[in-house]
């Protein structure tokens, strides 16, 4: 009975520590290179591939930790195509809400009358 209740209490011990390792990384800033990082997730994309080109975009974040926290927070499914852009200091938190959220980047467009293209 003691033996179970010492691998009940370790497993707990287990979980809380994944939980609080969970939070630390989902809110520590990210040091980007630049003031900003403009990154695009193809149509298509799983979780593995948005991370991946969010990576190769310059976003340094540990490709395995992030695809954790999206799966501990059930988010996977919920990522959407598109351009996005982070400002230095964002968290990965902020990361999967801009791109679970579709917060995509705006572009300027100009049409300059009597151009045809």
Not at 80 to 93: C, H, I, M, N
């Amino acid at each position: 009975m003691r033996k179970v209740l010492k691998l009940l209490l370790l497993a707990i011990a287990g979980l809380l520590a994944l939980a609080a390792w969970t939070l630390w990384f989902a809110v520590t800033p990210v040091k980007l290179s630049q003031s900003s990082v403009e990154f695009s997730v193809r149509p298509g994309s799983g979780l593995r591939a948005a991370t991946r080109q969010i990576i190769d975009a310059g976003i340094p974040i540990p490709a395995w930790q992030f695809n954790l926290m999206i799966r501990l927070n059930g988010s996977e499914a919920g990522i959407k195509a598109g351009s996005y852009e982070v400002l230095d200091g964002a968290t990965p938190w902020q990361i999967l809400g801009k791109i679970t959220r579709g917060e995509f980047s705006m572009a300027e467009v100009v049409f300059i009358e009597g151009w045809t293209f």
